[in-house]
């Protein structure tokens, strides 16, 4: 089991940055894949960027692509999105979520997440 606790979240104003933090429990962390989603209000959630599990292989949205960028300290069990030129439309709670295997942007194929750290950039 793992157990996901997401931070670094809050407001900023448009073209900013944040990083978020995603501390993991567990000895195992390293051989999970590491995603983070996001969901804004009235919103499916949607994946924004993944990460294999030596960090060697990642994947992005489109959406975020040239402006987020997701690493892992496997050490630290920590994963972190860096998250730059924020525009308005990057407002959403946040998750973290953990996978045994590879890449997969499917909310339903990950079996661990976290409670959420909420994102609201200011225009």
């Known amino acids: 089991q793992v157990q996901l606790v997401e931070s670094g979240g809050g407001l900023v104003q448009a073209g900013g940055s944040l990083r978020l933090s995603c501390a993991a429990s567990?000895?195992?962390?390293?051989?999970?894949?590491m995603g983070w989603f996001r969901q804004a209000p009235g919103k499916e959630r949607e994946f924004v960027a993944g990460s294999s599990y030596n960090g060697a292989g990642t994947y992005y949205a489109d959406s975020v692509k040239g402006r987020f960028t997701i690493s892992r300290d496997n050490a630290k069990n920590t994963v972190y999105l860096q998250m730059n030129s924020l525009k308005p439309e990057d407002t959403a709670v946040y998750y973290c979520?953990?996978?045994?295997?590879?890449?997969?942007?499917?909310?339903?194929?990950?079996?661990?997440w976290g409670q959420g750290t909420q994102v609201t950039v200011s225009s």
């Open positions: 979520a953990a996978r045994r295997g590879y890449y997969n942007s499917s909310p339903d194929r990950y079996d661990y």
């Open positions: 567990g000895r195992t962390f390293s051989s999970y894949y």
